[in-house]
């Protein structure tokens, strides 16, 4: 969960999630984008603690 990956994630979500690239995100777009990319990894650590 270092930055590089946060960020890639982010850009992930607004590519496939939204057909948005930086030049085209509204602020909107960034914001739930970047609550995704958060969400997702509260997710993951969820099913980590769920499985011990």
Do not use: W
């Amino acid at each position: 969960m270092d930055a590089p990956a946060l960020q890639a994630a982010f850009t992930n979500h607004l590519e496939y999630s939204f057909a948005k690239d930086e030049y085209t995100a509204t602020d909107r777009d960034r914001f739930i984008g970047l609550a995704m990319t958060v969400r997702d990894r509260l997710v993951e650590r969820c099913i980590e603690t769920q499985q011990h």
